[in-house]
């Protein structure tokens, strides 16, 4: 894939597109989804390779050098909002509306793990993995918003206090994890909360 200009898209249409972005046309279109597609993410050691979350509870992943999808994956009971490849690109995870992520090996086709517990019954907005992939970091619809799990013990690590909704969740270079918030402002002492938390606990051991 050319990386200086094409971008893949994914549209409540149920569908996922490859564009050209400099001949602003269409290259490859996927209708493999029955739902929503919600969520797409780029495998990071396989160029022709991406994962796709959608509304019809199905990942699935795709080569942008075929016209259908090379692995379908199920489990979730409703929808999913997030998928994310694990940092060596064998794995990747799903975050849905029924309150549970999962970890999917790619070749294995078979859930490796799933996060999951009693004080979280809303549903997944987003999710990251740090650097190394020990830890997932989650966000919800609602308390207790921001989850941070260990990836192969499936158990929380810690979780996030003084959040409403979060939308997004992205991990910076080092490994540490940045939460916006969103649908209220967060006052500064606040924000420096958050970022002295992640930096004693997650900055070296991610």
């Known amino acids: 894939a050319d990386v200086d200009r094409e971008i893949l898209t994914a ?23 029955s739902g929503d597609v919600m969520s797409l993410s780029h495998n990071p050691t396989s160029p022709f390779i991406f994962v796709s979350g959608s509304c019809d509870t199905t990942a699935r992943i795709f080569d942008v050098r075929q016209y259908k999808a090379v692995g379908t994956f199920r489990g979730h ?8 490849w694990f940092p ?15 970890l999917f090996d790619r ?6 793990n799933q996060y999951k517990t ?15 992939g020990k830890y997932l970091f989650s966000g919800y619809d609602d308390n207790p918003f921001a989850i941070v799990w260990d990836t192969l013990l ?31 402002t967060c006052s500064r002492s ?17």
């Open 11 to 33: 549209s409540g249409d149920s569908t996922c597109i490859l564009w050209d972005v400099e001949e602003k046309k269409v290259i490859t279109q996927w209708t493999d989804h």
């Open 88 to 102: 060596d690109g064998k794995a990747f995870a799903t975050g849905s509306d029924d309150s549970s992520m999962m």
């Open 118 to 132: 009693s004080d979280a019954i809303c549903g997944i907005t987003s999710l990251a993995f740090s650097k190394t």
């Open 107 to 112: 070749k294995a086709y078979k859930r490796l």
């Open 154 to 184: 499936a158990q929380s690590a810690q979780s996030l206090p003084g959040l409403v909704r979060v939308s997004c969740i992205g991990v910076q270079y080092q490994g540490k994890a940045f939460v916006l918030d969103h649908g209220t």
């Open 190 to 206: 606040g924000l420096e909360r958050i970022m002295k938390m992640f930096l004693n606990n997650f900055l070296f051991k991610t």
């Open 77 to 84: 009971s409703a929808d999913i909002n997030a998928v994310q």
